[in-house]
């Protein structure tokens, strides 16, 4: 991601799976070039742009991969800040991006959703943590946060600590639910508390009138339509809403109590709540790219039958760039 334009929110994927990490097979890898190759005519290599032509018309799945990272996500509410939400494998490949120059007064801020492997695995290889010029916060509700992730990085599980090997400058913050924490630019950061085995938080990014939420896991449930002044004063009227949409409504039936929901469900709840833009996100590891891209299909046209034209849904993708 390069410099903001002054006041616009940015937002980058770089881990966009739940559960464990889902790298394409090299026997997925030859299925699709087969396919490719299956589909061009002569008049399709003639010429650079011929070519361009015929690799434009091809389906996202066999051109394209929503990636095999957990979940990490980039967040830029303007130039002055540089958030991190979870530590999935997808912070490794932002971490090489990270330069001195595209750190802003060589500050990171990491938050946590929750301590689940997929959300933390990554943070041993975020190289910029171990350079001793940058400072590094790290927020949770959770008061034990500093224990948990020291505990989680140190001999047999990893050859290196946090304390001997990382920046001294790690800052630990466990912050309140449901209370905005200033940032500069008159950026606020808001956690909020979701249904999820052992805890979950999602958390609000605000920078004056624009609002991104980011909620990867979450089990939405029957009681979550009823009305909720918390619940409301954080989700209401999003621009953005990255929301655990790992399952189909069967699957989520069948996987009741697992912390995940339906992308119909998601799509229901971000309709009550007015949400402008909804990504779909933590999705299934087991998933092949076609099946997500169908169920992507499916969720825009129950979006189109239920809400109409009031919300749009997106599949997140890694490397890709959200403006707001
Ligand atoms: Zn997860
Ligand atoms: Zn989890």
Redesign the pocket.
């Known amino acids: 991601m390069n410099q903001n334009d002054a006041g616009l929110m940015e937002v980058q994927f770089w881990g966009v799976r ?1 559960s464990h990490p889902a790298p394409l097979t090299p026997d997925y890898i030859r299925q699709k070039i087969a396919s490719v190759v299956q589909r061009i005519r002569p008049a399709d290599v003639v010429s650079q742009d011929s070519r361009e032509r015929f690799l434009a018309t091809l389906p996202e799945d066999i051109f394209s991969t929503p990636g095999g990272n957990t979940t990490c996500i980039e967040v830029r509410p303007n130039d002055q800040n540089l958030f991190i939400i979870d530590a999935g494998t997808g912070i490794i490949e932002l971490g090489r991006k990270l330069r001195a120059g595209t750190i802003p007064n060589q500050e990171i801020h990491v938050f946590f959703t ?1 301590f ?1 492997y ?2 933390i695995q990554g943070l041993p290889f975020f190289v910029p943590a171990y350079n001793p010029g940058v400072t590094v916060h790290f927020y949770s509700p959770e008061p034990d946060i500093e224990f948990t992730l020291k505990d989680h990085m140190k001999h047999p599980y990893f050859p290196v600590t946090m304390q001997d090997f990382m920046t001294k400058k790690l800052v630990f913050h466990t912050i309140p639910t449901d209370t905005p924490i200033k940032f500069p630019g008159d950026v606020t950061v808001i956690a909020h508390q979701v249904r ?3 805890r ?1 938080y999602g958390y609000k990014v605000q920078n004056l009138d624009r609002s991104a939420i980011f909620v ?2 979450y089990e939405i449930l029957q009681e979550d339509f009823l009305p909720s002044p918390e619940a409301e004063s954080f989700f209401f009227g999003a621009d953005l809403l990255v929301l655990d949409t790992m399952y189909t409504l069967g699957e989520a039936i069948e996987k009741i109590n697992w ?1 995940h929901s339906s992308f119909s469900i998601g799509i229901e709840f971000a309709h009550k709540m007015q949400v402008k833009n909804l990504y779909l996100f933590h999705h299934e590891p087991v998933n092949d790219d076609r099946r997500m891209y169908t169920n992507l299909r499916s969720a825009e046209w129950f979006a189109q039958r239920m809400v109409g034209k009031k919300i749009h849904v997106f599949l997140a993708e890694e490397g890709k760039i959200v403006r707001l």
Do not use: E, K
């Open positions: 739940g929750h689940h997929d959300h999820h085995p052992g979950a990867p896991d912390g």
